[in-house]
């Protein structure tokens, strides 16, 4: 009898009126319930168990009596108490479960979709070099064919999952600058310093080639010179730390339409690490600078 009243709670009473918001005829069903309970129980153990209606206790009980009512109710509503409490507990965990995967391919369905971005705007950019590169009928074009192959075969094949080794990106950002030094020849100056031990490092793949593009993108016009800085190094708390500085020139971000390079950087950044990363950028004159700073671990 307890297990019925039970169930009736569980999938009849409970979900028609509690999670409706009717408490009033939750109590009035559920007290209906628990009286026919008692109605049932008693008369059922008076005829067939024992003519003590309560046969727990070692004297006997008058059925009908308050104390016996008051009893019984009790019992009734603690098994509905206890085995309620226990389903809705395995439901919450489950459910909790449920919307964490969901978030997660979420997650990874938002993230395939900005590295799916991230491609044809790279390759749009080099093919709008070696486009140059052809009017100018340079001899320079078939090298940069052959590097264009490299990265189109590390981008569409060897980048599978949202992380990469650094290694590999830190050759991926250097093909991408000989590219551009086929292009612009000695109008760029690039300097590098890694420090710390990155053969284990994991990245975001293509992160900072976005950063990298943009210091070409701002910084030449016409006879400019651009001069970049870059600095990978690994701390100790399991950070890896990025520094950029690059020479500006405001005049061609004044002009130009917004890309989603760094836009959509920023939003991979909160996708992978929340709250969990630093990015802070500064502009003063002609000098670009930015520091990233991801976990690792």
């Excluded at 628990?34 to 309560?54: G, K």
């Excluded at 990874?108 to 044809?120: C, D, G, M, R, V």
């Excluded at 009928?137 to 981008?155: C, T």
């Amino acid at each position: 009898m307890g297990a019925l009243l039970v169930y009736v709670n569980i999938y009849l009473l409970y979900p028609k009126y509690i999670l409706h918001k009717k408490y009033l005829k939750y109590i009035i069903y559920f007290t209906i319930s628990i009286a026919i309970f008692y109605v049932v129980r008693t008369e059922l153990i008076y005829l067939f168990i024992n003519e003590n209606v309560w046969p727990e206790s070692q004297t006997p009980q008058r059925a009908y009596s308050f104390n016996h009512i008051l009893v019984v109710f009790l019992i009734g509503i603690y098994d509905v108490a206890l085995v309620t409490t226990i389903k809705l507990t395995a439901e919450w965990i489950l459910e909790r479960k449920r919307s964490e995967q969901l978030k997660e391919i979420q997650l990874k369905t938002e993230l395939n979709f900005l590295k799916s971005q991230i491609q044809p705007h790279f390759f749009f950019n080099t093919l709008n070099n070696l486009y140059a590169l052809t009017l100018e009928k340079s001899d320079e074009a078939p090298r940069l064919i052959i590097k264009l192959s490299g990265l189109m075969q590390y981008v569409l094949y060897e980048v599978s999952s949202s992380k990469a080794s650094l290694h590999e990106e830190i050759n991926h950002l250097n093909n991408y600058i000989d590219i551009e030094r086929i292009r612009f020849k000695d109008k760029i100056e690039v300097e590098m310093d890694i420090t710390g031990d990155i053969e284990d490092v994991k990245v975001p793949p293509l992160l900072f080639l976005t950063f990298v593009e943009n210091c070409f993108k701002h910084g030449l016009k016409d006879n400019d010179f651009v001069k970049i800085n870059m600095a990978f190094k690994v701390l100790k708390n399991d950070l890896l730390e990025f520094k950029l500085t690059n020479t500006f020139n405001p005049e061609i971000v004044q002009n130009e339409k917004h890309g989603i390079g760094i836009t959509n950087a920023k939003r991979r950044l909160n996708l992978l690490f929340s709250n969990d990363y630093i990015l802070e950028t500064n502009i003063l004159d002609d000098t670009y600078t930015l520091l990233l700073k991801i976990p690792i671990k």
